[in-house]
């Protein structure tokens, strides 16, 4: 992180020189030095991590076991369960965002439920105005906070560190007395109700498993969407600027548009979360956008698993369902418990669960191999 | 003398914030040549170098091939053509040898020509080739040096600025490195500028050589007569050649 903070300028330390190596070493003694001890430290914490952008075909074979046990899922558990695990995918979609900007691009927004909010009251005012069709909300509502996402990741991108953490938190801040103000078109602090998308008759499905089966496919399109731009020119240049932004300067990547660029991508992913939010609660309030929001799904990010395609996943499962088993275990101080469990992970797991899957696999192997 | 200059440093000046380092730096390095910059530490090398690839603010004109550097930002400079493998190398960790040799060739587009350049590449590392899943942070010290550098060579630069490539590898890796750097300016004519601690490799391959000391340029001439006057790299350079 320090490295990042540098001005530009600074660029002694980027990916250089242990600070305790003496530069006046003699010229002949010096031996073929292993992989850097100083710098790497960050590199070899996410190393295992994020150099998989590539699963390979064991892992689209988790894939596509993930992905089929997810759809027989909705027919095992009662309705409410089934609920939950919608909101798990939605929040895996903005979560998806949030990776790309923190994972993957090295910034980081403590903001990001203002554009899953932005998402969700696009939706609702379209149908509550409108009356759009369901899915034709969608890419309106993607399309209107990935504007967003420019027009605030402009400034932003001149901001390190705190300085672009403490204006990405007053961006989720006064979102919410904003809403309560234009209360003409976004019902003030009494929302807006709207119907939820019917399952059509020849599915045979009930309204909770068509809304599951919706965001799955939302959420599909979503990773398959991520995926692709991962793996082009451009994913390799927001990790060239997460890794070295200077190195990645003089290589040609212009810093200010790729980061303006993580920035509206992350707010587009977080806008098709809020839509389809939306459609499986049916009901908006700025009560459901509070500044907490953003600083879970932050949390959930980093406990899933930066840089990871499983992180999200987790990160999702976290912010699902980890606030309510708090309140589960001391009703009077969810916070507290909340807290202490994201300390616990971090404690445990400090490349966040993806990573310590990872190793439990990797030891596992281990395991059963010497046996 | 490199009358052609197609490089011409003229009064440069250069520095961090209020800090200035480089003092009215006067040089031109001819289409095609190797230049060395020598100097003991903290003279601004490195600075130099930084300031060439418009990392530091800089006073003063930087003429390349017909145009003025200074004053643009790194990512401009790199689109004229300019690479910097900077002190340190500036590899990228945690990603691949492959994605980072992709990532040398940002500033082109089209496909068919990448391919043939990171084929280009491994004819001068072959090692490279070998690694190319393995993540930048598990090669050796040397391995990484030749990465930068191949990656530099990915952008098919016509000027290429290499900060200390010996720093912190065995005698004989280096000595491979520099020869490398040879025989890439023979065949592709590109114009190296290179920073050396090591006078001795720098001038074996260089035809000017520049002493910088303080921010000044103390002495300039052709790489013969700078290896020729003992006396002059011991004073200058702090050991013996
Ligand atoms: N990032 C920086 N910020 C401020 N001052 C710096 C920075 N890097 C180097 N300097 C200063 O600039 C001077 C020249 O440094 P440098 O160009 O690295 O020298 P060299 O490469 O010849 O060893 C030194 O006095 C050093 O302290
Ligand atoms: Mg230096």
């Given at each position: 992180m320090s490295e990042r903070t540098n001005e530009r300028g600074a660029f002694a330390n980027a990916g250089s020189e242990p600070p305790g190596e003496d530069r006046t070493r003699?010229?002949?003694?010096?031996?073929?030095?292993?992989?850097?001890?100083?710098?790497?430290?960050?590199?070899?914490?996410?190393?295992?991590?994020?150099?998989?952008?590539?699963?390979?075909?064991?892992?689209?074979?988790?894939?596509?076991?993930?992905l089929a046990v997810a759809c027989y899922l909705p027919f095992q558990l009662v309705p409410f369960r089934v609920f939950q695990f919608t909101m798990v995918m939605v929040y895996a979609v903005a979560l998806l965002g949030l990776n790309l900007l923190v994972g993957h691009a090295g910034q980081i927004s403590l903001g990001h439920g203002a554009f899953f909010a932005v998402g969700a009251y696009t939706t609702a005012i379209m149908l509550d105005r409108w009356d759009l069709p369901h899915l034709a909300t969608l890419p309106i509502a993607a399309a209107v906070a990935f504007a967003l996402g420019l027009a605030f990741g402009l400034p932003?991108?001149?901001?390190?560190?705190?300085?672009?953490?403490?204006?990405?938190?007053a961006i989720a801040i006064f979102l919410v007395p904003l809403l309560k103000r234009f209360e003409s078109v976004t019902g003030g602090s009494m929302g807006l109700t709207l119907a939820k998308p019917a399952p059509p008759a020849w599915t045979g499905l009930a309204e909770d498993q068509w809304l599951y089966f919706l965001t799955l496919a939302v959420a599909v399109l979503a990773f398959l969407l991520a995926y692709g731009l991962l793996r082009s020119r451009v994913g390799r240049a927001l990790h060239a600027v997460r890794d070295?932004?200077?190195?990645?300067?003089?290589?040609?990547?212009?810093?200010?548009?790729?980061?303006?660029?993580?920035?509206?991508?992350?707010?587009?992913?977080?806008?098709?979360?809020?839509?389809?939010?939306?459609?499986?609660?049916?009901?908006?309030?700025?009560?459901?956008?509070?500044?907490?929001?953003?600083?879970?799904?932050?949390?959930?990010?980093?406990?899933?698993?930066?840089?990871?395609?499983?992180?999200?996943?987790?990160?999702?499962?976290?912010?699902?369902?980890?606030?309510?088993?708090?309140?589960?275990?001391?009703?009077?101080?969810?916070?507290?418990?909340?807290?202490?469990?994201?300390?616990?992970v971090m404690y445990v797991a400090p490349t966040g669960l993806a990573g310590l899957a990872g190793r439990v696999t990797r030891s596992t192997k281990n395991i059963l191999r010497k046996e | 003398m490199s009358a052609e200059g197609f490089l011409t440093i003229s009064d440069l000046n250069a520095g961090y914030g209020d800090a200035r380092v480089l003092?009215?730096?006067?040089?031109?390095?001819?289409?095609?040549?190797?230049?060395?910059?020598?100097?003991?530490?903290?003279?601004?090398?490195?600075?130099?170098?930084?300031?060439?690839?418009?990392?530091?603010?800089?006073?003063?004109?930087?003429?390349?091939?017909?145009?003025?550097?200074?004053?643009?930002?790194?990512?401009?400079?790199?689109?004229?053509?300019?690479?910097h493998v900077p002190e340190g190398r500036g590899t990228f960790m945690p990603?691949?040898?492959?994605?980072?040799?992709?990532?040398?060739?940002?500033?082109?587009?089209?496909?068919?020509?990448?391919?043939?350049?990171?084929?280009?590449?491994?004819?001068?590392?072959?090692?490279?080739?070998?690694?190319?899943?393995?993540?930048?942070?598990?090669?050796?010290?040397?391995?990484?040096?030749?990465?930068?550098?191949?990656?530099?060579?990915?952008?098919?630069?016509?000027?290429?600025?290499?900060?200390?490539?010996?720093?912190?590898?065995?005698?004989?890796?280096?000595?491979?490195?520099?020869?490398?750097?040879?025989?890439?300016?023979?065949?592709?004519?590109?114009?190296?500028?290179?920073?050396?601690?090591?006078?001795?490799?720098?001038?074996?391959?260089?035809?000017?050589?520049?002493?910088?000391?303080?921010?000044?340029?103390?002495?300039?001439?052709?790489?013969?007569?700078?290896?020729?006057?003992?006396?002059?790299?011991?004073?200058?350079?702090?050991?013996?050649?």
């Open positions: 003699e010229p002949a003694k010096a031996a073929d030095t292993p992989p850097r001890a100083g710098t790497p430290s960050r590199g070899r914490v996410l190393a295992p991590a994020l150099a998989r952008v590539t699963p390979g075909r064991r892992g689209w074979i988790a894939v596509a076991a993930l932003a991108v001149r901001l390190r560190g705190l300085y672009l953490a403490l204006v990405t938190l070295n932004e200077a190195a990645a300067e003089v290589m040609g990547v212009r810093l200010p548009f790729y980061k303006t660029l993580a920035f509206a991508w992350s707010a587009m992913f977080a806008g098709a979360a809020g839509c389809a939010y939306t459609w499986v609660i049916g009901f908006v309030s700025p009560d459901s956008f509070v500044v907490t929001l953003s600083i879970t799904m932050l949390a959930g990010i980093v406990i899933g698993g930066l840089g990871s395609f499983s992180g999200p996943l987790l990160g999702g499962l976290f912010v699902m369902f980890v606030p309510s088993i708090s309140q589960d275990v001391n009703d009077a101080a969810p916070g507290v418990i909340f807290g202490l469990l994201i300390i616990v | 003092h009215g730096v006067n040089l031109s390095v001819g289409r095609g040549e190797i230049c060395a910059i020598l100097g003991p530490n903290g003279a601004g090398k490195t600075t130099l170098m930084r300031a060439l690839s418009g990392m530091v603010w800089v006073r003063g004109s930087i003429g390349f091939d017909g145009a003025d550097l200074a004053r643009r930002s790194p990512d401009t400079i790199a689109r004229r053509g300019v690479a990603l691949t040898v492959e994605e980072n040799l992709r990532l040398g060739a940002f500033t082109r587009r089209g496909r068919g020509t990448v391919e043939a350049d990171l084929e280009r590449i491994y004819t001068y590392f072959p090692v490279l080739k070998t690694r190319l899943r393995q993540v930048a942070g598990s090669l050796s010290g040397g391995e990484q040096q030749m990465l930068a550098i191949g990656r530099a060579l990915m952008s098919r630069p016509r000027l290429l600025l290499l900060d200390e490539p010996s720093l912190g590898l065995a005698p004989l890796v280096t000595r491979e490195l520099f020869r490398i750097v040879r025989t890439v300016n023979e065949q592709e004519r590109t114009t190296v500028v290179v920073v050396e601690q090591n006078a001795h490799l720098a001038l074996g391959i260089a035809q000017q050589a520049h002493v910088l000391e303080s921010g000044r340029i103390v002495l300039s001439g052709t790489a013969d007569r700078i290896l020729q006057d003992e006396k002059v790299v011991q004073s200058y350079l702090g050991y013996r050649v």
